[in-house]
Nanobody
Framework: QVQLVESGGGLVQAGASLRLSCAAS????????MGWFRQAPGKERTFVAA????????LFADSVKGRFTISRDNAKNTVTLQMNSLKPEDTAVYYC??????????????????????WGQGTQVTVSS
């Protein structure tokens, strides 16, 4: 099992920045990709960004490209989502997720929620206009 704990959410004004962190524990060696998803009120959960532990390959949703960055610290088993130029439409609960490594997926970065095996409890991000 892998446990994920998010932190760093809050209330900010449009244009501000926030940094979310995800601390992973347990069998983290069994995971290959860490991702961030978000769910706004009344909407489905959507992909935000992801990063491979090995090599650092990243993937972003079009809606956050150029504004969000994702990084990882392999030694600390943490993943950080740096969110800049926040917009009211970024308001959502943000979830950290982990994808278990599969054979023959040396460079794969999934963006579908169903491809992630472990989830955190989420952290609220609210951006006021």
């Amino acid at each position: 099992q892998v446990q994920l704990v998010e932190s760093g959410g809050g209330l900010v004004q449009a244009g501000a920045s926030l940094r979310l962190s995800c601390a992973a524990s347990g069998r983290t060696f069994s995971t290959s990709v860490m991702g961030w998803f978000r769910q706004a009120p009344g909407k489905e959960r959507t992909f935000v960004a992801a990063i491979r532990w090995s090599g650092g390959t990243t993937l972003f949703a079009d809606s956050v490209k150029g504004r969000f960055t994702i990084s990882r610290d392999n030694a600390k088993n943490t993943v950080t989502l740096q969110m800049n130029s926040l917009k009211p439409e970024d308001t959502a609960v943000y979830y950290c997720a982990a994808h278990r490594a599969r054979a023959a997926q040396s460079a794969y970065v999934p963006r579908l929620g169903r491809e992630y095996d472990y989830w955190g409890q989420g952290t609220q991000v609210t951006v006021s206009s």
